[in-house]
């Protein structure tokens, strides 16, 4: 299994960009990079899913340098209600595809 | 589309008693799964199953712990006898492939 690490924590004001990166050096080749949000007493969100370079919908972005080895999830404009824990997972895209949780990145929006 | 549907939301009950938790998947996903989550362990993958087998239990605690899933629509995860330690909030997810869709969680406290 690929090795997660992610922040802890990170704060940030209102109206800012928020990039969280992660590492997972040891990714494997047929591995997908996902990312979850999770609000108190709610299960995960999927937010984005990606291989390589860009990916982008309607809630974050996410870039994937060429080695693969780190990814950085990148929300425009945050507000307070993306106060959450963003998960970073590196997700087999075949046979067994259970999903292993880290400690995730707490994201504080300060007004 | 309801999501994955967890039942009961809350349940407190006394130590030595069992405990069902239940899940009823998104129609049309053909994995499930189920994960206990406390501040201390964070997100714990306990069990899973593709097409309603059961593929890895290696994350269930111990034999108190059992999950069956007699259909595509349902499945139960079942504390016998539960213990003050088992207290947790367990989700139940759901997925076809990409983007697991997780329900808003059971939780369990046992005094």
């Known amino acids: 299994l690929a090795k997660i690490t992610q922040p802890i924590s990170m704060d940030s004001y209102e109206g800012q960009e928020v990039n969280i990166t992660c590492s997972h050096n040891n990714i494997a080749t047929n591995d997908y990079i996902t990312w979850y949000q999770q609000f108190p007493s709610q299960g995960p969100r999927f937010i984005i899913q990606?291989?390589?370079t860009k990916v982008t919908n309607e809630v974050a972005s996410l870039f994937i340098p060429a080695d693969r080895k780190s990814s950085t999830l990148s929300l425009p404009r945050v507000s307070l209600s993306d106060t959450a824990v963003y998960y970073c997972l590196v997700d087999p895209s075949t046979g067994a595809n259970n999903l292993f949780f880290g400690t995730g990145t707490r994201l504080t929006v300060i007004p | 589309d309801a999501g994955v549907i967890q039942s009961p939301r809350h349940e407190v009950t006394e130590m030595g008693q069992e405990v069902t938790l239940r899940c009823k998947p998104i129609s049309g996903h053909n994995s499930l799964f189920w994960y206990r989550q406390t501040m201390m362990r964070g997100l714990e993958l306990l069990i899973y199953f593709n097409n309603n087998v059961p593929i890895d239990d290696s994350g269930m605690p111990e034999d108190r712990f059992s999950a069956k899933m007699p259909n595509a629509s349902f499945s139960t995860l079942k504390i016998q006898p539960s213990e003050p330690r088992d207290s947790a909030v367990y989700f139940c997810?759901?997925?076809?492939?990409?983007?697991?869709?997780f329900g808003s969680g059971t939780r369990l406290t046992v005094v």
């Open positions: 990606g291989y390589k």
């Open positions: 997810a759901s997925s076809p492939r990409e983007g697991y869709t």
